[in-house]
């Protein structure tokens, strides 16, 4: 149960803890206009039984109380190098977890090898209603999802001893249909995998909606290239006269390594390019070109930021045209160019008592991190004012998850 205590457990930050910024600044809006926010932010807790947790955001971007709901499903742990080394925080090794599509929830349960769909109330963003009972994957350890509107159609990344991307339409009435035959990726795992290298880390649509794109890690250790695969969605045709159009996904995807990339990770679509951020575990980040058609994918420019020691999520963000990096080991958040990766700012926030990032997103003018804690320290979700444009990226609030997520937490999707 969610109680007052957790509002009260949602501590302001003092003044003190400023953004150690480095590059321009910029001065911070008068305080009486109004900024743009999202509505809610949701995770999932990635525990047994998993749950999605929504929070509302206010009208000042922080976060307060809101709800907990069963996904369905149980979440599961990866192992971090080794067999038998539980690798939490960063369970699922992966960006998206959980994703939005119109009013619709998606997310994973990498235990019971399912994915949940739910409906989000449109009058009360905090409720969330199941469609359907959620669909088995074609695979083992479910730890990315992806979700297209204009498709009606949601993809998975699984990253098991059964790896590889399958696809299934989806609709409001009666939820996920069917996932369609495993595109298989010889990750040459176990369930749970050993990661964080060497696993699936994070499938997205295209822009246009027209192509699913999955990041597939390599591994430097064993010399084993990652790629990204790029799976294109068609129209197929329908037997029925007037039947709304169905969308599938081809049978085969085709995957293409970008040149000096190691570990590709969390990627965001720059909108209105042809080119794709991804962050590189291994090094940094780079910047994709991103040839649709031909299904490849090539480096444009790439970035090592110094003293990283996994640069694992990244949120572009539209009102700064920045990308913020988080790493799992680093307490800081990097802002960096779209264009070219080159490091724009970057804010240090060990004060904040995390000991690294994982899942981010941005909406309007706020930016909000999980930072999943340790097991002793509970997980928080860390909430910077970007109002005042790029390199002035200011924490304004550290909401205490406890009672509602634990290490294991991942994922953040925003209405
Ligand atoms: C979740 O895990 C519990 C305990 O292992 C098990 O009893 C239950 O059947 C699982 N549920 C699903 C939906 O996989
Ligand atoms: C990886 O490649 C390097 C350079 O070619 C080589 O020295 C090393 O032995 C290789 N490692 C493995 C595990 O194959
Ligand atoms: C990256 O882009 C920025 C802004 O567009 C520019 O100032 C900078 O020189 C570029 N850096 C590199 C390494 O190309
Ligand atoms: C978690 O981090 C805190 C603060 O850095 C530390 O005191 C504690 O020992 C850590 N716990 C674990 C399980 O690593």
């Known amino acids: ?104 929830l998606f997310a994973v349960n990498a235990g019971s090898n399912t994915v949940s769909m739910f409906t989000i109330s449109s009058k009360d963003p905090l409720s969330l209603t199941p469609v359907g009972s959620p669909a088995s994957v074609p695979g083992e350890f479910p730890n990315t999802v992806a979700a297209s509107t204009k498709n009606s159609l949601a993809c998975v990344g699984m990253s098991g001893a059964v790896a590889g991307i399958s696809c299934a339409p989806f609709s409001a009435k009666t939820g996920l249909g069917r996932m369609d035959t495993l595109r298989g990726v010889a990750l040459d795992q176990t369930t749970p995998p050993v990661g ?77 390019t042809d080119t794709v951020f991804a962050s590189d575990a291994s090094f940094g980040a780079v910047v994709l070109k991103v040839d649709l058609k031909a299904g490849k994918a090539t480096t444009l420019s790439a970035q090592k930021i110094d003293g990283q020691s996994a640069t694992c999520w990244s949120a572009f963000v539209p009102a700064t045209n920045t990308v913020f990096v988080s790493d799992v080991s680093v307490p800081r958040l990097v802002e960096m160019s779209p264009k070219n990766a080159s490091i724009i700012s970057i804010t240090e926030l060990a004060d904040t008592g995390a ?61």
């Open 1 to 104: 149960m969610i109680t007052a205590r957790h509002l009260a457990t949602a501590v302001l930050l003092a003044q003190g803890i400023a953004g150690s910024v480095i590059g321009r600044h910029q001065p911070t809006p008068e305080k009486d206009t109004c900024l743009e926010t999202g509505t809610a932010v949701y995770l999932i807790s990635n525990d047994s039984p998993n749950t999605i947790i929504a929070l509302p955001i206010g009208e000042d971007g922080t976060l307060s109380a809101g709800t907990i709901t069963p996904s369905g499903g149980n979440g599961s742990v990866s192992f971090a190098h080794k067999v038998g080394v539980p690798a939490a925080p960063d369970g699922l090794v992966s960006q998206s977890s959980i994703t939005i599509a119109g009013q619709h």
């Open 355 to 415: 000991s690294g990032f994982i899942d981010l997103k941005a909406s309007g003018a706020f930016l909000y991190a999980l930072a999943p804690g340790n097991g002793t320290v509970d997980p928080m979700i860390l909430v910077l004012d970007i109002s005042g444009g790029p390199a002035t990226a200011k924490p304004i609030q550290m909401f205490d998850l406890k009672g509602m997520a634990g290490v294991n937490a991942q994922g953040m999707a925003i209405l």
């Open 196 to 272: 964080p290298t060497d696993t699936i880390a994070h499938a997205f649509f295209s822009e246009d909606e027209s192509t699913l794109l999955t990041m597939v890690k390599g591994d430097p250790d064993t010399n084993k290239t990652g790629f990204v695969s790029m799976l294109p969605i068609s129209q197929k045709a329908s037997c029925r006269k007037g039947a709304p159009a169905v969308f599938a996904a081809a049978q085969k995807d085709m995957r293409s390594t970008p040149s000096g990339t190691g570990v590709l990770f969390g990627s965001q679509v720059i909108p209105g």
